[in-house]
């Protein structure tokens, strides 16, 4: 386990980045194994009341089309993937307050009569809406805490709270949730030290899941001049978190793949392994624009099994939760 001032080190320099790598490997191995965990991904709307400065969503984007998905059309995509094989779907959407508390527990509903475990990622909800969707079927929860210094968390986000978004997290973790959360690598005056802050962070409330991936500059937003988050770090921050939260489920994020063409299968062997393909179909997809040139995943599970194998990985049939039972 490292302290603080150690994970500083690794971080600023790359004089340990093959040790690391290779212990976030083993990591992997020893404690969720060869299994690769899929989650289909719905991005079922792109409208959002938040003004995240990073995200190409944000309300006050006007150069987007916006959608919403139908009920009846979200269930079905959900139908198809289940027949496929998926044993999670993943329901996100920018933060749309037209789904209220009654909708996404029909649609919640209906998704589990398919089997399958649920994850929402749909922002940050009221303790009695969490509790609605709990009781509904949900399964996972997945919300980024995106930064841990809290300054720049208020630079970043405009008329929202940093407690707020904690609360959040203790809340869902209080309801049974299994919780997702993460966070964004070389967003602009983001130091070193705060992404030591932020592996630390995910340790403490003992997230479930942690999803990590570069900052990259959306054209519609006011960061389209900063620089791209560096692929190497978000890996570097990605392995660390792998060593220090040892049995959790870790994707290789969409984001990796976007900035370096081989990055989900690299972050694969460095401690990721999930994958979300993305199922929401094409048009709308389009449309789901957080970054620009999103990397597509394919969808169909055949094709990813072969893939898979050629780095000594299978595809689980299983729903991929947790196991905290494993060696310790
Ligand atoms: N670059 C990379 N990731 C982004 N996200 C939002 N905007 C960007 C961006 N410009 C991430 C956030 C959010 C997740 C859904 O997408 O971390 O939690």
Redesign the pocket.
């Known amino acids: 386990m490292f302290s603080k001032s150690e994970i500083t080190d690794i971080l600023k320099t790359d004089e340990r980045n093959e040790e690391i790598f290779f212990l976030a490997d083993e990591t992997r191995k020893k404690y969720v194994g060869d299994e690769i965990h899929l989650r289909g991904l719905i991005e079922f709307s792109n409208i959002c009341k938040c003004s ?1 400065k ?4 944000q309300a006050t984007n006007k150069n987007i089309e916006r959608y919403r998905i139908s009920v009846e059309e979200v269930i079905s995509i959900a139908k198809s993937a289940s027949q496929t094989g998926y044993k999670t779907i993943v329901l ?1 959407s920018g933060e749309d307050g037209f789904y209220t508390k009654e909708i996404i527990c029909k649609i919640i509903e209906e998704i589990k009569k398919l089997d399958v475990a649920i994850t929402l ?1 749909i922002g940050e909800r009221s303790y009695e809406e969490l509790k609605a969707f709990k009781d509904s079927g949900a399964d996972r929860y ?3 805490i ?1 930064t841990t210094d809290k300054n720049l968390y208020k630079k970043l986000h405009p008329n929202m709270s940093f407690e707020n978004r904690i609360e959040c997290l203790k809340n869902l973790k209080k309801l049974g949730y299994e919780v997702g959360t ?3 690598v070389g967003l602009p005056y983001q130091t070193i030290e705060s992404l030591a802050d932020d592996i630390l962070f995910f340790k403490e409330i003992d997230a479930d899941m942690v ?1 990590i ?6 054209p519609n ?1 006011c ?1 389209k001049d900063e620089k791209q ?1 560096s692929f190497l770090l978000a890996l570097k921050v990605m392995a660390l978190t792998r060593i220090m939260l040892k049995d959790i489920n870790i994707p290789a994020t969409t ?1 990796m793949e ?1 900035i370096n063409p081989n990055g989900r299968i690299i972050a694969l062997q460095k401690g990721a392994n999930v994958v979300m393909p993305n199922l929401t179909t094409s048009e709308y997809q389009k449309k789901y624009e ?2 620009p040139n999103k990397a597509k995943i394919n969808k169909n599970l055949n094709k990813y099994s072969d893939k898979m194998h050629l780095i000594g990985r299978t595809i689980s049939s299983g729903y991929g939760f947790r196991d905290k039972k494993k060696p310790q």
């Open positions: 995240c990073y995200c190409g969503l996100q990622s997945l919300i980024r995106e993460g966070c964004l999803g991936g570069p900052f990259i500059p959306h937003t960061l988050g984001a976007t957080i970054y």
